[in-house]
């Protein structure tokens, strides 16, 4: 997996206040999480971490340069842990960075893709993924951008289990081999009761003498 390269500067200051001010200009208030170093305190630029997701992909190797007064003071690998967003607006609030060692394996979140037309569709069934995502564990440069399942085997009734994936080599699910991926079922029709109504009774006509 490629390392794409974002520059981070380092700060001093924290609480609301700060963090305020960076996110006028354009900067996301954000931690660099080490795993044999004090936490960093940093700010990125917003357009910048946009582009360098958007390159990467869901799950890039992040070079991150730290900077201060203008100078590179120390490069990182790191991957994204975390980013807040603002419900409103869904602009970024704050980032979590985590640094890997690349000869150590880490535990990342990777997008599932589901691959061919299950037989059970057919038939009437009704293709129901259970989850996009899956957890796996592997080195940094193992990190798949996204891990692809077939389904075309599926008839009504199947399911596939995170046991039943065939995982890129070096790569090992970080979840319950039992957990469900996707299923065919067939799918409920909800059947209208219509009312009938009453039969109306006969008029009857009053005889006058």
Not at 21 to 37: D, E, F, N, Q, T
Not at 64 to 86: D, Y
Not at 110 to 129: M, N, S, T, W, Y
Request: glycine share 8%; aromatic share 2%; hydrophobic share 40%.
């Amino acid at each position: 997996m490629n390392k794409i390269s974002l520059s981070v500067e380092q700060r001093s200051e924290t609480g609301k206040g700060p963090a305020r001010r960076l996110r006028v200009v354009g900067r996301i208030p954000a931690i660099l999480y080490g795993k044999k170093s004090e936490p960093r305190k940093l700010s990125v630029d917003a357009r910048e971490f946009r582009k360098a997701m958007e390159e990467g992909g869901r799950n890039p190797l992040l070079d991150l340069k730290v900077t201060e007064n203008g100078k590179v003071v120390a490069t990182q690998v790191a991957v994204l842990k975390e980013r807040q967003m603002r419900p409103v607006d869904g602009s970024l609030v704050h980032l979590d960075f985590l640094e890997v060692l690349m000869d150590e394996p880490i535990e990342v979140t990777v997008a599932i893709e589901f691959e061919g037309k299950p037989v059970g569709i057919d038939k009437g069934g009704l293709f129901q993924p259970a989850t996009r995502e899956l957890r796996i564990v592997c080195l940094p440069d193992d990190i798949p951008g996204v891990i692809k399942v077939d389904v075309s085997a599926l008839d009504i009734g199947d399911s596939i289990h995170v046991g039943d994936m065939t995982l890129p080599k070096g790569v090992t699910a970080a979840q319950d081999t039992t957990v469900a991926l996707a299923s065919v079922a067939l799918p409920t029709k909800a059947e209208e009761v219509v009312e009938e109504a009453p039969p109306a009774e006969p008029e009857t006509t009053e005889s006058t003498s």
